[in-house]
């Protein structure tokens, strides 16, 4: 069964700062990764995804992620955040033969002025 | 704007009462995902319709019943609520086995009271 954990409940960065969010996944074969967003009572948005080819993904906001198999990772960064970026971030894992997307318990980002 | 509709956005209902939520998916979408988020749960899939069958099923209560109809809208049913069934719902769609993604609607916020 594929399953996804995200260490970090709650993370705080200061406004210009850089960010990272960790995301681990557990898949016998090639997964399918994904990034949502979902700022307070909005629904989920697509950050980026990863099928095949480049390891490094970009995406939208200035976001990008780093798919490491060695390391069945999938981390999320970006170079200085905004006090938009605000918001709870999903990592999401489908099975290359699967349907569903399989979530993380989520990160919730605070950013300090 | 998802292209993906939900309605209502909030609904408020006694225990033991049933409703029944909607979810219009993206023009060209043939499938349909319904999940479920509580803060004790996380994000957790209900159930998968692709072009009016039952593709897939998650942890959905005996209680829950879905369907999707011909014109691809779908709808879920919750009866005998409990108060443990408080969540926000959410629907997303995409074209078969999300090659290019899901994309979630905003959600309907569901409270028994």
């Known amino acids: 069964a594929q399953s996804v954990t995200q260490p970090d409940i709650h993370i705080t960065v200061s406004e210009g700062a850089s960010l990272e969010l960790r995301c681990n996944y557990s898949?016998?074969?090639?997964?399918?990764l994904f990034w949502y967003v979902q700022s307070p009572g909005q629904g989920l948005q697509l950050l980026l995804k990863y099928f095949s080819g480049d390891t490094l993904v970009q995406g939208i906001k200035g976001f990008e992620a780093e798919f490491k198999r060695s390391q069945s990772s999938f981390n999320l960064r970006k170079p200085s955040v905004h006090w938009s970026d605000a918001a709870e971030y999903f990592c999401?894992?489908?099975?290359?033969?699967?349907?569903?997307?399989?979530f993380g318990g989520g990160t919730r980002v605070l950013v300090k002025p | 704007d998802s292209g993906v509709t939900q309605t209502p956005k909030h609904l408020i209902t006694a225990t033991g009462q049933r409703v029944t939520l909607r979810c219009s998916p993206r023009s060209g979408d043939l499938s349909v995902y319904w999940y479920q988020q509580s803060l004790d749960q996380g994000l957790q899939f209900l159930i998968q319709?692709?072009?009016?069958?039952?593709?897939a099923k998650g942890n959905i209560l005996e209680r829950f019943s879905a369907q999707q109809f011909p014109d691809l809208h779908s709808e879920l049913n919750l009866s005998s609520l409990e108060l443990g069934d408080s969540a926000l719902y959410f629907c997303?769609?995409?074209?078969?086995?999300?090659?290019?993604?899901?994309?979630f609607g905003s959600g309907t916020r569901l409270t028994v009271v």
């Open positions: 997303a769609s995409s074209v078969l086995r999300g090659a290019k993604g899901y994309t």
């Open positions: 898949y016998g074969a090639t997964p399918y």
């Open positions: 319709y692709y072009n009016g069958e039952e593709r």
């Open positions: 999401a894992v489908r099975g290359a033969a699967g349907n569903k997307l399989t």
